[in-house]
């Protein structure tokens, strides 16, 4: 299952290392097709959050499609999660890392919006991958 990287933003990213580790989620959860993950600088994830009826920017958006060739996009705003990891006092490659999770978990059909259960399954998922990647999350930006 192929993850696609784009960074369309200035922040540097170490592209091969968070491809690597976003596919390991994909053959975790069995999925097929490609899915896009788009790093986006502020004025596009503003842009984009309006299409949900939202203002303001956000961290990450997906979009499932779950066509034969590309099961969905992930929209990811670096400068944004920048902010949240100083918020939540954590590395800003751990931050990143975990909304991108985050993104793939709801292309592949987690939903933490539909009930209390459901977004305890999807958050569990994330935070396990988080830790098992853990070794890595230096080597992101």
Do not use: W
């Amino acid at each position: 299952m192929p993850i696609e990287l784009f960074n369309d933003q200035k922040i540097n990213l170490n592209l091969p290392i968070i491809k690597s580790l976003l596919e390991k989620v994909l053959n975790e959860e069995a999925e097929q097709g490609i899915i896009d993950v788009i790093f986006v600088d502020l004025d596009e994830i503003v842009r984009l959050n309006s299409y949900r009826k939202k203002d303001g920017p956000t961290d990450v958006l997906s979009f499932n499609y779950d066509q034969p060739k590309l099961k969905g996009e992930v929209y990811v705003c670096p400068d944004y999660v920048k902010e949240n990891a100083k918020i939540f006092n954590v590395p800003f490659g751990q931050e990143l890392l975990r909304v991108c999770i985050h993104g793939i978990l709801h292309v592949c059909g987690y939903d933490h919006e539909k009930s209390q259960e459901d977004e305890k399954i999807m958050f569990e998922k994330q935070e396990k991958y988080l830790s098992d990647f853990s070794k890595s999350l230096n080597d992101i930006c």
